[in-house]
């Protein structure tokens, strides 16, 4: 069984940035893609970034792009999410998850473990 933990999350201002953590424990994920998605009250659950076991290729949703950077640490089982010029559309819930497959997927349905998820909330 793999359990994911997510931290880093919490209230910021307009402009500012957070970073993200999400450790993994029970199981090695060097070898499974990972990935961040947000769920915003009201709204669906949606993709954020990925990247795959080795951290060479990875993908961002267009709202993110060039704001976020997904990255990991497989020697100490952890991926990252640094998030910077974040806005108020960037508050949500943000869940951790492990990929079913060694590669970056932006597909909900392909990561088999999640996080219970942290809070972030952006204010003006």
């Known amino acids: 069984q793999v359990q994911l933990l997510e931290s880093g999350g919490g209230l910021v201002q307009t402009g500012g940035s957070l970073r993200l953590s999400c450790a993994a424990s029970?199981?090695?994920?060097?070898?499974?893609?990972m990935g961040w998605f947000r769920e915003a009250p009201g709204k669906e659950r949606e993709f954020v970034a990925a990247?795959?076991?080795?951290?060479?290729?990875?993908y961002y949703a267009d709202s993110v792009k060039g704001r976020f950077t997904i990255s990991r640490d497989n020697a100490k089982n952890t991926q990252y999410l640094q998030m910077n010029s974040l806005n108020s559309e960037d508050t949500a819930v943000y869940y951790c998850?492990?990929?079913?497959?060694?590669?970056?997927?932006?597909?909900?349905?392909?990561?088999?473990?999640w996080g219970q998820g942290t809070q972030v909330t952006v204010s003006s």
């Open positions: 029970g199981r090695t994920l060097s070898n499974y893609g």
């Open positions: 990247i795959d076991r080795s951290g060479g290729w990875t």
């Open positions: 998850a492990a990929a079913r497959s060694a590669w970056a997927t932006t597909v909900r349905n392909e990561y088999g473990y």
